[in-house]
């Protein structure tokens, strides 16, 4: 029998409300918004001097429209792909925002890409137009060959390259343009026109560009609103990746509610800037709560016991005179580094260890896990704030259906689905109204999907047994503070092995703690004491584990795993098959 799970009646009733107005268009979602609402705070960003400065819609509307014209007097046609490489910030989200009101599409580009990739993605997608943060990414753009005729410069000045315009001259060309031009430009957009063209990180080969029109955008706003998980008044923060599905979701939902953002998107400063800014939601990646929780959980002495104790009231009862002093004493102090005001965080982009979740909960800081692909425009599942099953993604978004094949693969339908990839055959993928996600799922009483692995990536053993892997990584991340990565292999092996990439900040505090503190991150990671305190660890994840899928040994790296080395992608999921390559020798010689 086929399971299948849906959204409360009460969320497909408000999003049939809210889609009998709906807009054609991401441009003219966001031109109303501006206009509802001139006066509000749409941004806030960190000024030069420290101090958050907001900025209003009417502003963000100038800015817009501006780069629309810009764009429009420089030669863009509907559906012209303009690239954007930077790094998370307002300016990012304008241009993006005036690519749409021009009629345009974003082609996204990640920061940290390789020069090979970065030529894939503009010449695969033919992109005529780029923005780049800086001067160190016009190299990247400006190749022999490239399809990119003008680049605008957000920081720095343009050199003697007259391709090279900076977004103040984009700007200025725009106030000189054609009256009219961008109102006449976002009358002509249609739903069904390419709005975005966002090239999946994947876990092997290149990437593959993902087609999403402005209806599924739209959709998005509109189907994140009817769950009324945000209200006009919530203030959330923004430091994610922009050129991610999952930052186009949150501006997209961000239109249809009208609330504001914090943005910054140095992940350095992001405790700081919490304290500073005191948001309400926070959306991030299961690595952040994981760096978190290994911070706190790795208190020792009467700090480490206090925690514990509050923990542990808080789990059982969050009231009574135990718990009001447990928060007095230590909750609090915990919420109060982020800003104190925090409803919930947002997690999504890959799985978050229940352990860890449950712990945020005990502190009073609750997080909401969702799932999505790019293919899907990101947001699928969502686990309602006040309904919240630890282990699973939640219930489908109202007006998306979710189905378990007869296989266990997750497949999905509705408004948000993309249009195919880009230049590539897209019928193993989207079948009879329905994508397939390479992921396999199930369905819990309550109604929520549960993801237990990724298709391929189940490991088969030469005795003949299945691990999922990914269910084992997360289990690990949550008991080692140490553990960066976590990487579980044993395909047609006769059993499983680990390599394990230590987290830099957490080793180095082991390391001061042990004797080691002028040891270079090799010297830690070859050291006797740090590998006992890991086979300490492995062997309490084994205790939590079936015989056949224990960790019968294990290597730690001496470097870390990273994205510009191509082993982690821009979300930091695990590229599986380029680290068993590289990593081959030490891998078998695990086996020898």
Not at 468 to 496: M, T
Not at 509 to 534: F, M, N, Q, V, Y
Not at 572 to 588: G, N, S
Request: glycine fraction near 10%; charge should be negative.
């Amino acid at each position: 029998m086929t399971q299948t799970c849906t959204a409360p009646a009460a969320e497909h009733e408000l999003l049939a409300a809210l889609r009998a107005d709906e807009h054609p268009s991401f441009g003219a979602m966001f031109l109303h918004r501006a206009q509802a609402q001139p006066e509000a705070t749409a941004y806030l960003r960190p000024g030069p001097d420290g101090s958050w400065q907001a900025q209003s819609w009417a502003a963000t509307a100038t800015a817009v429209t501006e780069i629309a014209a810009g764009l429009l007097a420089l030669g863009l046609r509907p559906e012209d792909r303009v690239a954007i490489a930077s790094g998370t910030r307002v300016e990012w989200i304008e241009a993006d925002f005036g690519v749409m009101c021009a009629g345009g599409a974003t082609t996204t580009v990640y920061p940290s890409s390789s020069p090979d990739e970065v030529a894939h993605i503009l010449t695969d997608s033919g992109s005529r137009f780029a923005v780049a943060e800086n001067e160190s990414f016009v190299a990247k753009l400006l190749f022999d060959g490239t399809p990119v005729e003008w680049v605008i410069l957000i920081d720095g000045v343009p050199g003697d390259d007259p391709r090279v315009l900076t977004l103040a001259q984009l700007r200025e060309r725009g106030r000189a343009g054609e009256p009219g031009a961008v109102e006449a430009a976002v009358a002509r957009v249609r739903p069904d026109d390419l709005a975005t063209l966002i090239y999946t990180s994947g876990t092997t080969g290149l990437p593959k560009g993902v087609r999403i029109a402005h209806r599924a955008w739209v959709y998005q706003g509109l189907a994140i609103q009817a769950m009324g998980i945000v209200q006009p008044d919530d203030l959330g923060y923004l430091w994610l990746p922009l050129s991610h599905a999952f930052g186009k979701a949150l501006l997209s939902c961000q239109l249809s509610v009208g609330f504001a953002f914090a943005v910054d998107g140095d992940v350095s400063k992001v405790v700081q800037r919490l304290g500073e800014v005191r948001p309400t939601v926070m959306p991030a990646v299961p690595r952040i709560f994981e760096k978190v929780y290994a911070a706190v959980s790795g208190a020792t002495g009467v700090q480490k016991m206090l925690l514990d104790w509050a923990v542990s009231v808080a789990g059982k009862r969050k009231s009574g005179l135990r718990f009001r002093v447990a928060d007095r004493l230590v909750l609090a102090k915990i919420r109060a580094r982020f800003g104190g005001r925090m409803r919930y965080f947002i997690s999504g982009a890959a799985g978050l260890s229940p352990d860890i979740a449950r712990w945020f909960d005990a502190v009073g800081l609750p997080i909401a896990e969702g799932y999505g692909l790019t293919e899907s425009s990101a947001t699928s599942m969502f686990n309602r704030p006040d309904d919240l099953e630890y282990g699973t993604v939640g219930r489908p978004v109202p007006g998306t259906e979710v189905r378990i094949a007869e296989d266990g693969e997750i497949l999905l339908s509705g408004p948000g689905l993309m249009d195919g990839y880009h230049n590539l055959d897209s019928s193993a993928t989207l079948r009879d109204g329905w994508l397939h996600t390479g992921d396999i799922g199930e369905i819990t009483e309550r109604g929520s999907l549960r993801i237990t692995d990724r298709k391929k990536d189940l490991i088969k053993t030469s005795n003949g047994k299945y691990v999922a892997p990914q269910v084992i990584e997360s289990r690990f991340k949550a008991i080692c503070p140490l553990a960066g990565q976590f990487v579980v292999h044993g395909e047609k092996r006769k059993f499983i092995t680990a390599l394990i990439d230590l987290d830099p900040d957490e080793t180095r505090k082991w390391a001061s703690a042990h004797g080691l503190g002028d040891a270079t991150h090799a010297d830690i990671a070859r050291s006797a004491p740090l590998r006992e305190a890991i086979a300490g660890y492995v062997e309490q994840l084994n205790a939590t584990l079936n015989s056949w899928e224990t960790i019968k040994k294990f290597a730690v790296l001496e470097q870390n795993l990273g994205v510009e080395s191509g082993e982690l992608t821009a979300s930091l999921k695990l590229r599986r098959r380029v680290i068993e390559e590289r990593y081959r020798p030490l891998l078998d010689d695990l086996y020898a």
